[in-house]
Every structure is written in structure tokens, then in C-alpha cells.
């Protein structure tokens, strides 16, 4: 799972909290022992107490980009020979910017670093989302056409 940091934290019924993260989704957590132990989604001083620190994001750890994102940026299509040579080392997209690389033709491999450890092989009509602060290169398998486009 990826840690995320908690930027607000609500109580929407009785031990049951909603809490929002830097990644833009949002997380339901209950107070239900023994199940789910979050006693202190009932104390408002609590709640505000946890904002700054993190807590796990399933949405985050499936690739799932939040629906409330605006695209803010359409990248243009590159090919083997103009795809920026940063995007073949290591880097992440900075907090709250996530990316969707659109393979138009060919194949590329997406590896992720920890903490997501995944590596995909992407070909034409496939989307690879890049999840912000979420360590990851390209490699091109063959010539290639894409796009990467960035929402916020």
C-alpha cells in the first residue's frame, strides 16, 4: 500500500470518517472493532491532530487516478527519437500531479519503484497511470509512438 499524508479529515456519521488525502482520492475509515480501530475518527481534536500524518491508499497502490482530476497539460506525441531522455531514468511526478501515458504504436515498459515495486508492459491503446511522488522509468521496446498528458 502507499502511504499518502492526511490534508483533512471529517467524521461523516457516528464512527465513520472520511479523510482526505495529498493524492487527491479519498478515504472512508470506521471505528468497528475488532474489525477497524479508529477511535479517534469520533473526537474532533483527534481528527485534526492526524492531519500531516499518512495513512495507506488502496486507490493509490491500483493505479487509479481520481475521477475529480482535470487534465491541465496535453502532452505532445513522441517518437523513439524525440521522447525526452529524462523519462528513461528513475523520477516521480511531484504531490497531487498525477500522468496518463497513452501508447498510440508500439510497446514500452513502465517499471515502478517503491513503494509500488511493478513492472508493465504497455502497447497501443493502453494507458500507464503515473501516481504522484511514485518513483518510476520507461524503457521503449521497439519504435514507439505516445503521449503523456498531466492532471491535477
Known sequence: MIPRRIVAVREQSEGVGV???????????????????FPWIRDEDERRARIGTTIE????DA???PKQMK????GPSWNATTIPAGLFKRHELAV????????????????????????LELGVGTV????PEI???????????LRLDFYR
Do not use: M, N
Open 19 to 37: 479523510i482526505d488525502l495529498d493524492c487527491g482520492h479519498s478515504r472512508h475509515v470506521r471505528d468497528r472493532p475488532p474489525q477497524e480501530s
Open 63 to 65: 493505479l487509479v487516478r
Open 135 to 145: 518513483p518510476h522509468e520507461l524503457e521503449l521496446l521497439g519504435d514507439v509512438l
Open 96 to 119: 497531487g500531479v498525477w500522468g496518463e501515458l497513452t501508447i498510440v504504436s508500439g510497446r514500452i515498459r513502465l517499471r515502478y519503484f517503491a513503494p509500488l515495486e511493478r513492472e
Open 128 to 131: 500507464g497511470t503515473l501516481a
Open 71 to 74: 487534465r491541465y497539460r496535453k
Open 57 to 60: 491508499c488502496g486507490s493509490c
